[in-house]
């Protein structure tokens, strides 16, 4: 359970049982598997097509996997799918109406750890 897979530090603990960790997990963090892979997040507020205002000098990422920051951002984006993403990342998007469109590669901007978000409609 921590706020990012990346943020080990944030980690308020490890479980067996999902439930447990279901239970236990506090607004603001997610749990995780062991390959980093979000399975749960408390509260998931976030959904297809929701405004964010993504924060000052916010690391950009190609992929829900890599370590690498393409660029940094700030701005109003848009949730492509609302689905969190390994490493506790969501797929971002420049209008609603690329929303869910395909191919992915066409419309997605880039990956966001949600912790650098904050909700504006």
């Not at 439930?19 to 976030?46: I, L, M, P, Q, R």
């Not at 205002?53 to 940094?72: C, D, G, H, K």
Request: aromatic share 14%; proline share 2%; glycine share 10%.
């Amino acid at each position: 359970m921590r706020k990012s897979w990346a943020d080990a530090k944030s980690q308020l603990g490890a479980y067996a049982s999902l439930e447990n960790a279901k239970k236990a997990c506090k607004a603001g963090y997610s749990v995780f598997d062991a390959n980093g892979n979000a399975v749960y997040t408390n509260g998931s507020k976030f959904t297809k097509g929701q405004k964010v205002a993504i924060r000052a000098n916010t690391p950009l990422f190609a992929s829900a996997e890599t370590t690498s920051v393409t660029r940094r951002i700030s701005g109003t984006y848009y949730l492509y799918d609302g689905i969190a993403c390994k490493n506790g990342r969501y797929r971002i998007t420049t209008k609603p109406a690329f929303c869910g469109k395909t191919p992915v590669g066409r419309f997605v901007t880039g990956y966001v750890s949600w912790d650098n978000f904050g909700v504006i409609g």
